[in-house]
């Protein structure tokens, strides 16, 4: 594993993400609902991982859905359309809930899914009385010009290191 890490013979050091974390201000206000999302569950797990794998490789298992809340918005008007875009939850701190796997397929990128489906999060978080904070890959910069749209401050940079069992 790297320099600072004790030696583990179980794990395998696979590298780092540097990103940003960020927060949304509780004063910025969502606005209401502009397209049709559907809530996700463990159901969905295959296509999600399936989606997150083409879009943003590697963060995303199985089961990592069963971390919080998940949406998504599919391809026509039928719920048995292909997902092409989600987002949800993953790590809960007390009072805090990070929104987690946004991504959205490359052909339909640019029509606002994602920033639907962080406000859908959001309006979740407000009412459960939560605040919405992410982290961002550093050179992901379409994700954080969106951000910074939608009102997101930077609150720190962080490293991100992936480990993973051998075997």
Known sequence: MGKSYP??????FEGTLECLQMVLPEEVMPPGPTIEIDRLSDVNASEMVALTTLAFPGFFRQRTCEMGSYYGVRSGARSDGELIAMGGERLMLDGYSELSALCTHPAHRGKGLAASLIWQLVRDHRRDGLVSWLHVGNENHRAIEL????????????????????G
């Open 147 to 166: 951000y910074i749209r939608m009102g997101f401050k930077e609150v720190r940079k962080v490293t991100l290191n992936r480990i993973s069992r051998k």
């Open 7 to 12: 030696h583990v013979p179980e794990l395998v």
